[in-house]
């Protein structure tokens, strides 16, 4: 998609979010939305949005690569089935950035729409936008932490996979036990690349 349509579905994408906050709940499940990738960079065209979610979910529920429980409505909800969106999902407890989420821009709070970022974005003024960038020893730190909850979540998947009412409670809207057992393999083996790769670098 051009630049300026991909600005302009953000905005979009923003207001939606805006709309999670009528789900009548004791505490809001999400608490932010980050943009990350292409769109900052200001690439045209773009093949898509790159997009995290803050969940009001512990990290153990949110291991890399995974779709925590309650985020399927979300996916409905928020259109992030429909193309040109590629999204993930994060703990309000851990940093949002990671080895792939990198240096991003929050457009997105419970507070309402970033109106300065999207306006930001909207005109190519890349310099005014404020990026979270973590240290090299607080990203070393992190991927070793994350590594360890990816293997405890595929540890726990593996040895939920056959048991009958765990299959029941991860079908359904499109998605299947399968699903679950992959992206946890999935998201483990890309932190321990990560987490190898950085290793070797010290």
């Excluded at 995290?52 to 909800?77: I, M, Q, R, Y």
């Excluded at 089935?81 to 989420?101: C, E, M, T």
């Excluded at 036990?177 to 790769?197: K, M, R, S, T």
């Amino acid at each position: 998609m051009r630049y300026g349509r991909a600005a302009e579905r953000l905005r979009m994408l923003a207001e939606a979010c805006e709309q999670t906050k009528r789900v009548p709940t004791e505490e809001p499940f999400l608490r932010e939305a980050y943009v990350f990738g292409d769109l900052l960079d200001g690439a045209d065209p773009i093949d898509h949005i790159e997009v995290v979610f803050v969940l009001n979910l512990p990290p153990e529920k949110v291991a890399w690569g995974s779709h925590p429980p309650g985020t399927a409505w979300l996916v409905d909800f928020l259109r992030l089935d429909k193309g040109g969106i590629a999204y993930w999902w994060r703990s309000f407890q851990d940093p949002v950035g990671n080895h792939l989420i990198r240096s991003p821009v929050r457009f997105w709070s419970l507070g309402g729409p970033e109106k300065a970022v999207l306006d930001a974005l909207a005109g190519r003024r890349f310099n005014l936008l404020r990026r979270v960038t973590p240290d090299a020893e607080e990203e070393r730190a992190q991927v070793a932490g994350e590594l360890q909850t990816a293997l405890d979540h595929l540890r726990a998947v593996h040895g939920s996979y056959w048991d009958r009412q765990w299959r029941r409670e991860h079908r359904g809207l499109g998605r299947y036990p399968e699903h679950h057992l992959w992206e946890a393999v999935q998201g483990y083996l890309d932190l321990l690349d990560v987490h190898d790769e950085r290793s070797d670098s010290r």
